[in-house]
């Protein structure tokens, strides 16, 4: 697609090209106030429209908040859950809500390495994994995403969770407080709470450390580098690009006591999907030698999934205040006008779901992130049940900053989904993959997860059960149902570079 050279959008243009009428890119993403104007392309401050003295206002600014961990259903506004997320609500309300937006899976224990390197490359999971130890190289080719803006002329700055294997302050223009993968735990924070037995731990109480370190709360501090961020930005001419990365609401699940108050054990509910243990825990790779499944008693409780759980929600509803502190600034610096924001998280986690703890699993809690997106045009309160990507995030930033996407991006712009036309972005099939131990396609309203070491299958219909409860893969009436799925992730496999043969294991699929 090409650009126009100095173009000016008004609050009409902008709507036009939602209506389908104007084919110039524009960023999906969360506005905080209605838009007055929209432009595609980064040009020079001062800069004047070759049809008329019209002033070129400058490109709109991107704001990226990212968390870590949380699950779709952990936003109130979507109705799964009951917890407190006033400002997520806020932005699910004036938005579109894509409702299934997936991670695509990781070849590490530590899920959020794989998504955060497909996210800041734009390469698909096994092609990243290809590249990720010579990630660096990404950087001084100029090729990762805050560097393809920067060429764009955007100013870039992040803060927060990094986990990319190349340095953050040398590929944003600034950085502060990069953090590693998790804050620091401690082992009296795993195989808890235990039964008749006093609790060892607190999630409230410094003297654990964590989220703690430094003697202020990690979402704390990131959200005063985005207000600080913010401060700078406004004196500036340059459009900014912000990736505010919050650890949480990653354990060590602390927060403030007045949050934790919030859910007394009798508000919590217990997941319907709840197991003491999941029959394939060790052959898939989450039994007790993983370190995020340690963190609750083997076999489960119900007791301590509700300690764990209002734990998850206290930190999420802390993480959510935080995430007001920043939209308040953006309004009240004068700058929501312009600005673009996306909300969405590396990956789920399962906290109780079907006898799990982690995010190493195939399951919706665990893939499924939520994925919110306002802009001119968008409609409010809309959601679109179209199963994408979490890095579609990417290429979509690129349309709205006027950069072609590189031949090496594999995830796709949702614009056209927005404007309710077909596009790439909108995927037939899901896959998943865990390591060499699970494998899974979405398709049709179907799930299939494939376990080659225990040679097991699980088969649901997501349609009808969606909380994965009835495992349909030993009934014979669904034969030909698993072998259809078997055949499609075939073909993703080899579309992805995923090179694990399932024939060996699933012979008769």
């Known amino acids: 697609m090409t650009l126009p050279k100095q173009t000016c959008w008004s609050k009409r243009a902008s709507a036009a090209f939602f209506q389908g009428n104007i084919a110039l890119p524009v960023l999906v993403a969360l506005a905080l106030t209605s838009p007055s104007s929209v432009h595609s392309q980064a040009l020079p401050a001062g800069s004047r429209s070759e049809q008329s003295n019209t002033p070129i206002a400058k490109p709109p600014n991107l704001l990226f908040l990212f968390a870590d961990d949380q699950s779709f259903e952990t936003v109130r506004a979507f109705g799964h859950t009951d917890i407190d997320t006033p400002n997520l ?116 109480d410094s003297k654990f450390g964590g989220f703690w370190e430094g003697g202020k709360h990690w979402s704390e501090v990131t959200a005063e580098d985005a207000i600080e961020f913010l401060g700078e930005a406004r004196q500036r001419s340059e459009p900014f690009f912000m990736y505010v990365a919050f650890n949480a609401p990653h354990d060590p699940r602390q927060s403030p006591q007045k949050y934790v108050d919030q859910y007394p054990l009798d508000r919590v509910q217990v997941p319907v999907n709840f197991l003491p243990e999941y029959p394939h825990q060790d052959a898939m790779g989450c039994g007790p030698g993983l370190r995020d499944e340690r963190l609750a008693p083997f076999p489960r409780t119900e007791h301590a999934v509700k300690v764990h759980r209002r734990e998850y929600y206290a930190l999420i509803t802390h993480l959510d205040a935080q995430i007001g502190r920043v939209l308040d600034t953006l309004e009240s ?52 049940s179209a199963p994408i990507y979490l890095q579609d995030v990417m290429p979509t930033a690129l349309e709205l900053a006027g950069v072609q996407k590189p031949a090496h991006v594999g995830f796709h712009s949702l614009l056209p989904l927005l404007r309710g036309e077909s596009s790439p972005a909108r995927r037939e099939a899901i896959c998943g993959a865990y390591l ?44 030909a149902t698993k072998q259809r799925l078997f055949r499609r992730l075939l073909v993703l496999q080899k579309e992805f570079g995923d090179e694990l043969d399932l024939t060996m294991s699933f012979p008769n699929l």
Not at 185 to 194: A, I, S
Not at 359 to 367: A, P, V, W
Not at 460 to 465: G, I, K
Request: contains cysteine; glycine residues 8%; charged residues 20%.
């Open 89 to 204: 609500d806020r932005l699910a309300a004036r938005g579109t809500t894509f409702t299934h937006a997936y991670n695509m899976g990781s070849w590490s224990g530590a899920v959020c390495i794989p998504s955060r390197t497909m996210l800041i490359t734009g390469r698909s999971l096994w092609h990243a994994q290809a590249i990720y130890h010579t990630t660096d190289q990404e950087r001084t080719a100029g090729r990762l995403w805050p560097q393809l803006l920067q060429g764009r002329g955007y100013r870039t700055y992040f803060t927060g969770k990094w986990h990319i294997n190349t340095d953050a302050a040398r590929t944003f223009n600034v950085a502060k407080h990069i953090r590693p993968g998790m804050p620091q735990d401690v082992p009296t924070g795993y195989n808890r709470p235990l039964a008749n037995q006093p609790d060892p731990w607190s999630p409230s």
């Open 436 to 479: 060499d131990l699970q494998r899974a396609i979405i398709h049709e309203g179907w799930k299939l997860i494939l376990y080659p070491k225990a040679k097991a299958a699980r088969l649901y219909h997501l349609a009808e059960d969606p909380s994965e409860l009835t495992d349909l893969a030993d009934d014979s009436a669904y034969q």
């Open 333 to 384: 610096n004068g700058l929501a006008e312009n600005t673009w924001i996306f909300f969405t998280a590396d990956h789920g986690l399962a906290v109780g779901h079907h006898g799990l703890f982690g995010k190493q699993n195939l399951y919706d809690h665990s893939l499924r992130v939520p994925f919110m997106v306002v802009g001119p045009g968008v409609k409010a309160g809309q959601r679109i």
